[in-house]
Every structure is written in C-alpha cells, then in structure tokens.
C-alpha cells in the first residue's frame, strides 16, 4: 500500500471566508468602526470565486458567469495541495488589498515598491536604506521625472546669457544649463541661480536628521518639470540642495490621483536614525501628515526593527492596506484579511472538512445590521517576528 500520500500531502483543505461589507460606498473604503455590517461566513472547499451584488456577498463556482450587476471580488485557487487568494481576472478586477491590522504578526515587513494605502491617499516605497555603509543617499526621482536630468548648456559661443541674473559667462562650478523647454534669450541659467531659486520654493527644513519633504518644481514660463539631478561633464550634481539624510531611512512617494492633487506629488524623505518612529497620520505631530477625513489621527507607524521597516496600523478607522501584488498561498497558522472596495474578506485555512458533504459551498451564518463588530481572523500564535510572507 502506498501511504507516502498520507505522510507528506495533507488532503484537500478547506478555506473559511468570513465576509464584512461596509453599507456605504465611498471611495472603496470600509469603516473598520463600523457597527453595521453585514456578515457572511462560508465554507469553501475547492477553487470558488467571490461576487458581490449591492452588499450581498456570494461564492460561486469559478466557471460559472456572475449575475449581472455583480462585482467581482477574488478567486480562492485550489493548487498543488494549497490555497491561493487571486484577483477575480487579470486585468479588470479590483486590486486586493492585505490589511496590516489582521495580520498574526500585527505588523508588514515593507519591500521597495510595496504600494501603502491610508484612507484615500496612496504611498510608494521608494527607497529603503538601513544601514550608513555604502553612503547612499535618497533618489530624489519621481516615475515621470526618471529621465529629464539635464544636459549642459548649448555652446557658450552662443554667448549666452542666464535668465535670472542676465550675466553672461560660466565656470565649471557654476555652468551654464538649459534645463527646461524655454528657447531663446531665456534658454539658459546658471545652475548656482536656479539652484538658489529652487531652494528658496521648496522651503526644505532643517533637522539634525535629514528628513524632509521633496517636491518637483517646474518652469513658470515653459511649465516642463525641473530635472532632479543635472549633468555637468562626468559629474552629476542634485538640483536642489537637500540636506545630508542620516540612516536608517525611508523614501515615500504620495500617489496622485488625479490634477487637483498635482501639488501633493513628491517624496517624503525620513530618517529613522536614533530609534525614532515614523508616524503617519491627521495629527500635528505626524511625520506624514494628511489632512483628510479619511485619516486618522494616529493612523499607522514605521519603525525600524532588527533590519527591517515595518508597517504597523493603530486602530485607524479606514484601515492600514498593502497592495498584494500576486497570488498568495494561504498559511495554516495565518489567517489573512484582504479589503476589496468596501468588502473585507478574512481566510483562514481548515481542517479537512468532513468527506460526507458534498463539493458545495456550505453557508454556515449570516447576519447583519447587527451591533458586532467584524471579526477579526483568530490569532492563536501570540506575537510572532513580522510578517514572513513577502508579496514581492
Ligand atoms: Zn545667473
Ligand atoms: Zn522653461
């Protein structure tokens, strides 16, 4: 008899999905205070895909069409012995956002690239640097700035002469540059004026740290962005003179939305030299402070532990969220919440379920509009190192 299946391979497991939708929509958020909720628990024992119509959340088989009307929200894939959260298609489903404040670990162990969500506003881990060694300092580069680090000025046979201070002549210290669309007489200004004029725009403050906010400034005559970095024969020099940045540090970017919020783009640059906490938040004393009524006072923390910047929720009311930038396996000892639009999903693998039902999923509660807050996946492990399940 072959029992090699019994030892190695657990059998076919079950996935329990406890579903919580926010009565309102708004802006894909979900009130995690909210206590009108409507709840739904499943028992799902092969790949399903979740829908939901309104506020009423479905397992359906993976093939079969949703009803019109009905979102989309994820697929649980049942593969090689596990189970995986997917989006529900490819292309045009809604992102699926982990929430930090469910994860066994309480914290998210944050890659460059992770996308970090707070009420409404997005963030961008740029750049993560933990130790001084190697001396490097923050990329001041936003995505549509990457390649607009200027060249030298035309020939200096041009005569040429600087825009702002309307002195002709350079010198290798300060040149020359043409760093924007304008042509003509007003085509080039010395990088120690324009530098000058920058500084005195952006208002970068001063601490012992290095921490501060950066923000691209463009030409008020041409409108082109300024380049972040200026080439000067072999030489790159950054355009603005920002302060020496202190490690451990962390480059955030806000994520815009649209124009009006055009004047918001730039990168927090922000030390966490001498063990200081990272707060992001509605309140005064935040590091990164949004004033937005999706945003709590205190809404999340990022703190440097043992190598590592983590990502830490506080009770915030519109939740903490990492994007899940690909499938993830599901974890015996790990029970996750993902948010999807208003939904929160919480998994939470099981036992084999008894082999005398059927393949369907088995509904086993529903309530709503009562006074209970949403469940929270169990937690059985106590405190654990920060969350070992990278997404990239
Ligand atoms: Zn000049
Ligand atoms: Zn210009």
């Known amino acids: 008899m072959d029992r090699t299946g019994s030892l190695s391979v657990q059998p076919a497991q079950a996935v329990q999905v406890v579903s919580s939708t926010w009565q309102r929509d708004s802006h894909d958020l979900f009130d995690f205070e909210a206590h009108h909720l409507n709840t739904k628990t499943f028992t799902v024992p092969k790949s399903m895909k979740c829908i939901r119509s309104g506020t009423d959340v479905q397992m359906v088989p993976e093939h079969v069409p949703p009803p019109a009307g009905a979102d989309p929200l994820l697929r ?32 998210h162990k944050l890659f460059e690239s992770d996308i970090i969500k707070l009420g409404r506003f997005k963030f961008r881990v740029r750049q993560m640097v933990a130790s001084s060694c190697g001396g490097a300092q923050p990329e001041l580069r936003l995505d549509d700035t990457g390649a607009t680090c200027c060249a030298e000025a035309p020939n200096a046979e041009n005569n040429s002469m600087c825009r702002i201070c309307l002195l002709e002549g350079s010198s290798p210290e300060d040149p020359l540059i043409a760093p924007c669309q304008c042509k003509g007489s007003i085509e080039c200004v010395h990088l120690g004026c324009l530098r000058h004029w920058v500084k005195g725009r952006l208002n970068l403050s001063d601490n012992n740290s290095g921490s501060y906010f950066y923000r691209p400034l463009a030409c008020e005559l041409c409108k082109a962005v300024y380049p972040a970095y200026v080439h000067v024969g072999s030489d790159r020099f950054p355009l603005v003179e920002v302060p020496r940045t202190t490690a451990p540090f962390i480059v955030l970017e806000n994520m815009v939305r649209d124009s009006q919020q055009h004047a918001s783009r730039g990168l927090h640059v922000i030390s966490l030299a ?25 809404h999340a923390t990022i703190r440097f532990h043992r190598g590592q910047f ?23 000892g790990n029970s996750i919440s993902i948010q999807v639009g208003r939904t929160v999903l919480s998994l939470t693998l099981q036992p084999p379920p008894d082999l005398g039902h059927g393949a369907a999923s088995v509904v086993q509660s ?27």
């Open 76 to 107: 649980l894939v049942q593969k090689d012995g596990a189970f995986w959260v997917d989006k529900a298609s490819p292309s045009t489903s809604k992102k699926l956002w982990l929430v930090v404040r469910d994860l066994a670990t309480c914290g």
């Open 274 to 298: 001498e063990n200081k906490l990272l707060k992001l938040g509605r309140g005064h004393e935040s590091d990164v402070r949004i004033a937005d009524v999706s945003i709590s006072r205190c």
């Open 366 to 392: 529903s309530t709503s509009g009562d006074h209970s807050c949403r469940r929270r996946p169990s937690m059985g492990l106590g405190l654990r190192s920060p969350d070992e399940h990278p997404e990239g």
């Open 310 to 332: 983590v990502l830490e929720d506080h009770n915030s009311k519109f939740g903490t969220l990492v994007a899940m930038k690909k499938p993830r396996a599901l974890d015996p």
